[in-house]
Every structure is written in structure tokens, then in C-alpha cells.
């Protein structure tokens, strides 16, 4: 497969998943499913014009992005939700965690403060 640029991409890359390059305004940076995440939220991407693999937030990726990079995101956020810490959580405990969670997706942290359920 080949990007925009014309340039390989490794087999793991699917050239429909893009966003703008962030360092160069002509190329594209691409999503893959990568593994070992530096922490939830934080997505594989891969830069074509350096060649080199590096991590995304949700807050670094434009809102005009095509609708396969953001359902992509959408799904890989839902995916990536931390556990409630406990499955008994009821009430206002509950209610806390569920707020944090829709805090997750709409922004793609997940911080220390928000950790705790």
C-alpha cells in the first residue's frame, strides 16, 4: 500500500484511517491498532514523511478528519475505557464513574484524578 504521498506504508497502516501531518501541511500521518499503549487514551500512529511510529491523543486530531479516522477513534476510545474499579459500583460512586467515562470520550484522557473510579 501506498499514501497519499506515494510513499510505502507499512502493512500494519490502512491508508483510509488519516490526519493531517502534524509537522508537514502536505502529507498525512496515519492510525494503526498498535499494542502497549504509553497510557489510555493514547493511539499508535505512523508519519510517513519521517517514517516513524509515535502516539496520538484524541486533542491532537483535527475535527475534520474523514469519517473512517473518526469512527475509527470513536470505536478505539470504547475499547480503550479503564475498568470501573470495582463491579459493585452503585450510586453516586457509579454515576461519578460514568461521568468520568464521558469525560474519556470526549476528550481521550483518562488522568490521575479520574483514575480512582
Avoid at 60 to 87: C, H, M, Q
Wanted: some cysteine.
Amino acid at each position: 500500500m501506498t499514501g497519499l504521498d506515494g510513499r510505502p506504508l507499512p502493512d500494519d497502516v490502512d491508508p483510509a484511517l488519516w490526519l493531517p501531518c502534524s509537522h508537514s501541511p502536505t502529507d498525512r500521518d496515519y492510525l494503526y491498532p498498535a499494542a502497549w499503549h504509553t497510557f489510555p487514551g493514547r493511539m499508535g500512529a505512523y508519519c510517513s514523511s519521517k517514517n516513524v511510529y509515535f502516539r496520538i491523543s484524541l486533542s491532537e486530531i483535527p475535527a475534520d478528519v474523514p469519517e473512517a479516522t473518526r469512527y475509527w477513534v470513536r470505536g478505539f476510545l470504547a475499547g480503550n475505557l479503564p475498568e470501573p474499579p470495582s463491579k459493585d459500583l452503585e450510586g453516586a460512586d457509579l454515576e461519578r464513574w460514568q461521568r468520568r467515562a464521558e469525560q474519556f470520550f470526549a476528550t481521550g484522557r483518562w488522568t490521575a484524578s479520574n483514575a480512582d473510579g
